[in-house]
């Protein structure tokens, strides 16, 4: 527990700003309505989640990937590439938007642990160009990567996160020039056109066993040429309305989709709540991450981009599924699945 992984936890006048937040109730964050973890005895979850798993639940072979083209990308005016799970770089304005990078093959602190899927990994943290914006949505390892960031620090100019992760950062060596942390609902001007509102989600936070000392966020960013929803992990709620009518309509919404479970369906969506959440966002384009890299549920590898692609080509609405390292053209999406998982 003393290594830096861990993080630090919020302390002086970080910790007196938090204490102000709504958000803060009796020594934790809270989210808006009552959250459990699970829903199931913790016997029958973790009998579950160590003996019913999907005989599929890893790729057999290296998982379909295609290697970068940074010169290609940096020749788009505005483009994404998905990194796996829920991480992905975007080139955007002529700014370069980075978002919870986990690039060091494990979402662990467990030496072994939680290793990537073979062919996921497709870049390294030193093969990144410079970060105009570095977003983190909350403090869990498969989205706040210790090693990623600790290489990453020379190269970032702004990092936002909210309220209380800037403590883990600071132990790691970032400076408090570099950190934006917020609450929900804050909005922040960045530069030459950017602007982001720090949104809600239902989740939860934690490196160690403190937990919930941290705020877990989305993010709403818009910039000269678009309107982009940056989620977080986050179950079904009525959050996703309530930005929706705000903030919205956005271009593309990028969401969780994946590494779900009906014993803890209040922290994670299931694919067909992705769909809802989209319409709710008034979202135009679903872009479904947080999948294809790593084993965190009992579901197969696939399921989860076979899932909301159907309930997306039920329900009319916009998808698209890129493969890890493909690159995005923001201004002609191609809005149908284009089924690489079965390749």
């Known amino acids: 527990m003393l290594h830096p992984q861990f993080g630090k936890r919020p302390s002086g006048a970080r910790l007196e700003n938090i204490k102000k937040s709504t958000q803060f109730k009796d020594g934790k964050f809270q989210n808006t309505r009552n959250t459990p973890q699970v829903t199931k005895s913790l016997g029958i979850a973790l009998y579950e989640f160590f003996f019913k798993k999907d005989k599929d639940i890893k790729p057999s072979n290296n998982i379909p990937s295609k290697t970068i083209d940074w010169e290609e ?3 788009q005016e505005n483009s994404l590439v998905w990194l796996g799970h829920s991480s992905y770089f975007m080139h955007i304005d002529g ?9 060091s093959g494990s979402a662990s602190p467990i030496p072994g642990g939680v290793q990537s899927f073979k062919g996921s990994d497709i870049i390294t943290s030193e093969e990144l160009p410079k970060i105009d914006y570095l977003f983190i949505s909350h403090d869990h390892y498969d989205h706040m990567d210790y090693k990623t960031l600790k290489i990453l620090q020379s190269k970032i100019d702004k990092v936002i996160v909210g309220l209380g992760v800037g403590a883990h950062l600071e132990s790691w060596g970032y400076t408090t020039n570099q950190i ?3 609450d929900w609902w804050d909005e922040i001007n960045l530069a030459d056109g950017f602007k982001v509102t720090i949104t ?4 939860f936070s934690g490196r160690s066993i403190w937990t919930a000392n941290t705020l877990w966020v989305s993010f709403v960013l818009q910039t000269p040429q678009h309107n982009l929803y940056l989620g977080g992990d986050s179950g079904y709620d009525t959050h996703f309305k309530e930005i ?3 903030l919205g309509p956005f271009d593309l919404a990028i969401l969780e989709n994946g590494q779900y479970d009906l014993g ?3 922290i994670h969506m299931m694919p067909e709540e992705v769909i809802q959440a989209t319409k709710d966002l008034k979202a135009n384009i679903l872009f479904p991450v947080h999948s294809s890299k790593f084993v965190l549920a009992n579901h197969s590898w696939y399921e989860p981009l ?3 692609s159907t309930a997306a080509l039920k329900e009319k609405q916009a998808i698209t599924t ?4 493909e690159i995005v053209n923001l201004k002609s999406i191609k809005t149908e699945p284009n089924y690489w998982w079965k390749q």
């Open 200 to 203: 809600p989600a239902r989740h």
């Open 264 to 266: 803890w369906k209040y």
């Open 322 to 325: 890129p493969m890890i390292g």
């Open 73 to 75: 990308i940096h020749k």
């Open 244 to 246: 929706g009518n705000k």
């Open 180 to 182: 934006i942390e917020a």
């Open 306 to 308: 076979d899932r909301v």
């Open 95 to 103: 700014k370069n938007i980075l978002v919870d990078p986990v690039l």
